[in-house]
Structures are given as structure tokens and as C-alpha cells.
């Protein structure tokens, strides 16, 4: 199965991939009555997605590595590539000392954004990767963008 081109296998664990996006912010938002339940869902959640900001940071260096080969990798790449992952971790740490609010959760979705369009803009990627980063964005920053709603409701 393909849609838009892009591999059935990429596209299936991409899939997966959102999944636990979805399951936080579903559980935050039933969880609502429960303040304990939903920061734990609410850490849980953005755990999750700094993880992801650091493969997807892997996934840019190595990229850039093999790119480049015998001429060796450019710093500002890697150095680009490592600030999502220090990214997820200030939000982690962030949420640990006691701020889990819509700020926090606002805060990581725009990471997702900002290292969306970093990977959806190069030309070192194929275009149903580009394709694909495009959807598993959208599904980082949905969910964790429903994750800080939950905090809107009384």
C-alpha cells in the first residue's frame, strides 16, 4: 500500500509513530477529573515527543553524513541537528519541575513545526520522505497541541 508515493513500510511505522501522540492527548483530555493521572499523561506525552525530536535528529545527521561523504559533515548541520533533542529535553525538564501547562505542550509542537519544515525544505531527502515528514508532523503537533488543550477545560 502507498499513498502519495510514499513506501508502505515508512508509512506504517510512521503511523505507529503517532499513535502514542494521539494516546497522551486522549488520556489527558479524559483524565481531566484526575490531575495526577493527567500529568503523568501529560509528562508521558512529552517524553514522547522529545524522543522523537531526537531520532528525527539522528536521522539528520546521518543524512548529512552519507550526503557529504569523503568531504565530511558540515557543523552547522550537525549542530542543527542536535538542538531538537536539547529542545525535548528543556521541555521534559521543564515539565518535571512543575510547568505542565498549554505553554509547554504549544512549546513542543512548534518544535515539531520548526523541524518539519527544516527536514521538509532540503533536497538531500526523497520527496515521499518529505511527503511523509509533512504527515508525521502534523500528527507530532496535533497531538501535542491537544495534549496543552486539555488544560483549557475546567
Do not use: K
Request: aromatic residues 10%; contains cysteine.
Amino acid at each position: 500500500m502507498r499513498i502519495s508515493g510514499i513506501p508502505a513500510a515508512p508509512l506504517m511505522l510512521t503511523a505507529a509513530g503517532v499513535l502514542p501522540f494521539a494516546a497522551g492527548a486522549g488520556v489527558m483530555w479524559m483524565a481531566r477529573e484526575n490531575p495526577v493521572l493527567q500529568a503523568q499523561a501529560g509528562l508521558t506525552l512529552l517524553v514522547y515527543g522529545a524522543v522523537i525530536l531526537s531520532f528525527l535528529g539522528g536521522l539528520r545527521w546521518g543524512a548529512e553524513v552519507v550526503a557529504r561523504g569523503d568531504d565530511g559533515p558540515r557543523a552547522g548541520v550537525l549542530i542543527c541537528s542536535v538542538i531538537g533533542s536539547l529542545t525535548g529535553w528543556g521541555l521534559v525538564l521543564y515539565g518535571v519541575l512543575g510547568a505542565l501547562d498549554w505553554q509547554v505542550y504549544a512549546a513542543a509542537a512548534a518544535a515539531h513545526v520548526v523541524h518539519g519544515f527544516w527536514d521538509t525544505g532540503t533536497v538531500v531527502i526523497p520527496a515521499w520522505m518529505r511527503r511523509l515528514r509533512a504527515l508525521g508532523t502534523f500528527g507530532a503537533a496535533a497531538g501535542l497541541l491537544a495534549g496543552g488543550a486539555a488544560y483549557f477545560v475546567l
